[in-house]
């Protein structure tokens, strides 16, 4: 099986900044892209930033030159550095992960999500 824990997220003025890491852990062999989606009340989940394996990156517009996504490959670890938060920033977090998985293959692999609130 496969675990990814997220940490890191709570409450935060606008303007402010955050840092979430998210560890993944289980039977993986290897881990390909690892990403950040989010989820805000009554909207569907989108795309955060997402990193490859060699350190390509990729954000969404709203987030560009705010967000700065990271990875520790040694320790399949991803991290989303959030500065100059705002409020429609609100949502939950999830971090995501594409892990070639003992017995399962290569598999999209999902944390539990945390909760990130801006308030204005």
């Known amino acids: 099986q496969v675990q990814l824990v997220e940490s890191g997220g709570g409450l935060v003025q606008a303007g402010g900044s955050l840092r979430l890491s998210c560890a993944a852990s289980g039977s993986i062999f290897s881990i390909n892209d690892m990403g950040w989606y989010r989820q805000a009340p009554g909207k569907q989940r989108e795309l955060v930033a997402t990193i490859t394996s060699g350190g390509n990156t990729n954000y969404a517009d709203s987030v560009k030159g705010r967000f700065t996504i990271s990875r520790d490959n040694a320790k399949n670890t991803v991290y989303l550095q959030m500065n100059s938060l705002k409020p429609e920033d609100t949502a939950v977090y999830y971090c995501?992960?594409?892990?070639?998985?003992?017995?399962?293959?290569?598999?999209?692999?999902w944390g539990q999500g945390t909760q990130i609130t801006v308030s204005s």
């Open positions: 995501a992960a594409v892990a070639l998985v003992a017995g399962r293959g290569y598999s999209d692999c």
